[in-house]
């Protein structure tokens, strides 16, 4: 199993940071190599990139959503 499919199959605050602390080395990583000149590393470290931010915005979203319905059963209930 993916790590994508466990984040978006059940997403959690974990999940999201991971994603955050994943993207953050991905762009040090991306200066190094730009620094360094490694311009086919720093192709793939930048989509490896793009792809995470990618993931870890629909993450936030779905945290969001499943925030948001947590608050309207627990309304709908009382």
Same mark, same amino acid.
């Given at each position: 199993? @993916?790590?994508?499919s466990i984040?978006? @199959?059940?997403?959690?605050?974990?999940?999201?940071c991971m994603l955050l602390n994943i993207e953050s080395i991905?762009?040090?990583t991306a200066e190094?190599?730009?620094?360094?000149?490694?311009q086919e590393e720093l192709a793939e470290v930048l989509e490896a990139k793009k792809k995470t931010r990618?993931?870890?915005?629909?993450?936030k979203a779905a945290l969001k959503l499943?925030?948001?319905k947590a608050e309207s059963e627990a309304t709908? @209930?009382?």
């Amino acid at each position: 199993m @993916s790590l994508k499919s466990i984040v978006l @199959s059940n997403p959690t605050e974990k999940h999201y940071c991971m994603l955050l602390n994943i993207e953050s080395i991905l762009v040090q990583t991306a200066e190094l190599y730009k620094e360094k000149g490694y311009q086919e590393e720093l192709a793939e470290v930048l989509e490896a990139k793009k792809k995470t931010r990618i993931l870890r915005i629909c993450t936030k979203a779905a945290l969001k959503l499943k925030k948001e319905k947590a608050e309207s059963e627990a309304t709908q @209930s009382a």
